[in-house]
């Protein structure tokens, strides 16, 4: 999935300064916040697609 999204600078600001609570909540372990942002995304995007896939009729 390629999809580049352009943030203007207050959307950035914004960003960083969520990701530095995030890594802060991992007592500054950026690798460990990394993982489990990576887990959380993949969570997130087996839900949504499950719930984009065609639903199967009942028979």
Avoid: W, Y
């Amino acid at each position: 999935m390629h999809h580049i999204v352009t943030l203007d600078s207050r959307q950035e600001a914004a960003l960083q300064a969520v990701a530095d609570k995030f890594v802060a909540v991992h007592k500054g372990d950026v690798m460990k916040a990394l993982k489990e942002m990576i887990v959380l995304n993949g969570r997130l995007q087996d839900q949504l697609d499950g719930r984009s896939a065609p639903r199967r009729a009942s028979r």
